[in-house]
């Protein structure tokens, strides 16, 4: 089955070392509604540059995939609603009651979604993390999707080969957030687990994460329209 692209939005992941990298190529982008900021960049820019994103009117997905104890999680996620934030990650390893308390702070304004297995992983490689013979990523993404989705997560981070899936067993209305997002021209990077944008879309991911892509090149705002266009994503 062929779900609707027409909801699928394209964030940008601002894997860059500073925020003066940040607004420049910002200036560029007029069409994008999204931003993704991630751990180096928070660390290194504060909450300034958050605060300085939602006021020109960006939709900003902090990706700090939080991990602690649930009162820890459930102060980084108010705190995070506070500033403006509209989506956030935790890891559902941390617990359905590390979940909940998540997604109480959470609310109604800021969509948290869990965080399964990473993209970087292969079968093999999970499978020694978790210290297991071996491991089907395909049904380890599902287990751990479930005990999110019961926890009151708004969705789910997946990679492009667990999105359909995921879409026919949790239902229509989920968010699936999608990063590993290429062209067919890209190089992977240290990503193992990807797919064009199109596909994502057509499997039913509602948003897709891609950075190095846009980032690296020579025109990021053609590549980035040529990736909405495959997609056929929401720009405005």
């Not at 200036?27 to 994008?32: A, H, I």
């Given at each position: 089955m062929?779900?609707?692209?027409?909801?699928?939005?394209?964030?940008?992941?601002?894997?860059?070392?500073?925020?003066?990298?940040?607004?420049?190529?910002?200036?560029?982008?007029?069409?994008?509604?999204?931003?993704?900021?991630?751990?180096?960049?928070?660390?290194?820019?504060?909450?300034?540059?958050?605060?300085?994103?939602?006021?020109?009117?960006?939709?900003?997905?902090?990706?700090?995939?939080?991990?602690?104890?649930?009162?820890?999680?459930?102060?980084?996620?108010?705190?995070?609603?506070?500033?403006?934030?509209?989506?956030?990650?935790?890891?559902?390893?941390?617990?359905?009651?590390?979940?909940?308390?998540a997604a109480v702070a959470a609310g109604t304004e800021l969509a948290l979604v869990g965080v399964?297995?990473?993209t970087s992983y292969d079968a093999v490689g999970y499978a020694r993390a978790v210290g297991r013979s071996r491991v089907n990523l395909q049904q380890e993404v599902e287990r751990q999707a479930r005990i999110g989705v019961l926890a009151g997560l708004r969705g789910i981070v997946c990679s492009p080969q667990e999105v359909s899936v995921l879409r026919r067993r949790l239902g229509p209305d989920l968010y699936l957030v999608v990063p590993g997002i290429r062209r067919r021209s890209d190089p992977l990077g240290d990503q193992v687990r990807v797919a064009t944008a199109k596909d994502a879309a057509n499997n039913g991911a509602t948003h897709l994460v891609v950075g190095r892509p846009v980032l690296q090149a020579e025109d990021p705002a053609a590549v980035l329209e040529e990736l909405m266009k495959e997609a056929r994503c929401v720009a405005s």
């Open positions: 062929i779900w609707s692209v027409t909801v699928s939005e394209l964030i940008l992941a601002l894997d860059v070392p500073r925020a003066g990298d940040v607004l420049p190529l910002l200036d560029r982008l007029p069409e994008l509604r999204w931003v993704k900021i991630s751990p180096v960049l928070v660390t290194r820019e504060g909450p300034g540059l958050i605060r300085t994103l939602v006021d020109r009117g960006l939709n900003v997905f902090l990706d700090l995939k939080w991990y602690d104890i649930p009162n820890t999680v459930a102060g980084a996620v108010t705190a995070a609603r506070e500033l403006g934030v509209s989506m956030a990650t935790v890891h559902i390893v941390g617990g359905t009651a590390m979940l909940e308390a399964t297995v990473l």
